[in-house]
């Protein structure tokens, strides 16, 4: 998730611990102990992604460095419950430094709401990040699998407007309660005017803000959190329903081609729950070829998946995936339904993946992160490597390989142990798995 989604959890839960706070000990939190509360919060919320200090050019990779450690080893149980622990180790020493709350029943004393607000903090952030298509391999190291949520994307608006009203009443400074404000304006205007949010989804999402704002004079303050918590849920367990039902259609409509479906992966449409992008990794019957196919589909059956294309003229939902790529064809071999209307297909020799895996270290390492790979290669042995769930615009998911110099340019040692989404294509051209999409 983006990093705003972060620290609005992260907010709200630090009001939820300063409830508890003030009813545990009988009296207002000390302004030392509230403000040292609302940033840790925040600051676990975020820390996971304390690996972007590294996953770039400190580790010598270039752009695997940003593939192979972003949700990496900061993203994982282990790591999530010791920075917890630090964290508020850290805050309950501030609280504590300062003169008048050194005493018992201090906002830092034993086992308070401060420590469950820390390990909350730091374990929503890999919850979070488990619901969309990116991935986590929260079990690591018993586990290096990455799992995937497939079912909110990154930057989610209705997941800002229901956690902002609440937090715009709770006990704020004025500056705090401007940068709420402005962030409700921001996502607000980015529905309208950037073309990703359809038009019928943007004016529900301003009506809601509305109503959602206004109720929050009639909600008693202590239940006003509870209900943004509450209200954030409900949102995403409608995405999770979404989900759900889109990769059941889109399984079946690729496997009555006689294609063995190894996964389906989704994003929805912001706001709407209703419509999907979808890419399908497929193998043939005979195991040989390997195939990503791009499609739209709608979650309601009296919602015809095509205008869903339609829905958001430049968001994911309405783009395919794949434009852009050499050797993509429209000639699909799916047969598009009501609720699946398949795009555009890709497909190589499994036998090529395998070959380009063993031969070049740099292709072996990205594909422990690609869970879609595509690529063009040029006479001169020039590669361009891409994960289609991001397009084909040259992004973070683009590798650009010049030719094989002889020598592996990937230091051995900085290549995380994640096994690979597509492990079952690289153990070769074996027999084809059942018709069950990964993940």
Known sequence: M???????AGLLMADVALQGMAARSGRPVPPRARRATVL??????????????????LVGMG????????????HTLVWATLSALALWWVARWWVRRGAGHAGRGGAADGLTPPLWLAMAG??????LDWTNSYGVHPFWPLDNRWLYGDAVFIVEPWLWLVAIPPLLFAPRSRGGRVVLGALALVILAASAWTGEVARGIAVALAAFAVAWTGAQRLVPARARTWGGMALWGAVTLAFVAGRTMVRGAVTRSAAASGEAVLDVVLNPAPGDPTCWAALAVTRSADGGTYRVTSATAAVLAGRDAARCQQAVPRGRAGGDMLTGLAGASSDTPFASTPQVAWRSTWQAPVAALVALAAARCEVAAALRFMRTPVWEGAPNGALRLVDARYGMGGGFNTLRLAAPAGT???AGRWVPPWREPRHELLQGAGAAPPSRPAG
């Not at 983006?2 to 609005?8: G, K, M, R």
């Not at 840790?40 to 050019?57: I, K, M, N, Q, R």
């Not at 730091?122 to 919850?127: D, I």
Request: glycine fraction near 10%.
């Open 2 to 8: 983006d990093n705003v989604t972060h620290a609005l």
């Open 40 to 57: 840790l919060g925040v600051v676990a919320a975020e820390f996971p992604d304390t690996d972007l200090v590294y996953s770039g050019p």
């Open 122 to 127: 730091t374990w929503s952030h890999l919850l």
């Open 408 to 410: 592996c340019g990937v």
């Open 63 to 74: 752009p695997l460095g940003y593939l192979l450690h972003h949700r990496g080893h900061t």
